[in-house]
């Protein structure tokens, strides 16, 4: 229940968020709590590390590197059935699995178990967007982007998808 950063030469570990212990609290990372930190994505304009706690609390968290406090931007801190495109924290998700930032500087978020890739722009009220719905059984849990703006997801049906621009059959 922890974020950890490791210095690679010394390959030493040391605890940047969370108290260790589960929970859904916000506040200096020494106390803060996570339900289960999993995705991590880093904002390098604003020194922000993005984290998807994902099973137990199901919320977009955002720690400040600086500053050492973290706060919830996207998500109600519980697990949702339904998904809700909203603002901030009257979004829902239910598994927020793997973040990363795009190209265009937004966050993309798959939110597993709603089996849906969501993106939240940070620039505008942290309002989260539904963009890639497959239906049953495609839980995206990886996603990745390409030089000419592809969007790559892996899912749990096995099967690899790519959205955004027009890619040749292999």
Request: aromatic share 8%.
């Amino acid at each position: 229940q922890r974020v950890r950063s490791v210095v690679i030469a010394t390959r030493q570990t040391y605890p940047r968020c969370g108290a260790g212990r589960t929970g859904f609290t916000d506040g200096p990372c020494d106390t803060a709590t996570f339900g289960n930190p999993t995705g991590l994505a880093t904002h390098i304009p604003t020194n922000m590390l993005y984290i998807g706690d994902d099973r137990y609390n199901s919320a977009v968290r955002k720690m400040s590197m600086s500053a050492g406090t973290l706060v919830t931007v996207a998500g109600t801190g519980s697990t949702d059935a339904t998904s809700i495109d909203d603002v901030g924290v009257k979004a829902s998700f239910n598994r927020p699995y793997r973040i990363a930032f795009g190209a265009d500087d937004k966050l993309y978020i798959c939110d597993v178990v709603h089996g849906k890739v969501r993106v939240m722009d940070t620039t505008n009220n942290n309002d989260v967007q539904t963009i890639y719905a497959p239906g049953p059984g495609a839980q995206p849990n990886g996603i990745a982007f390409g030089s000419a703006g592809e969007v790559y997801i892996s899912s749990a049906d096995h099967m690899l998808k790519a959205f955004g621009v027009a890619m040749p059959n292999p």
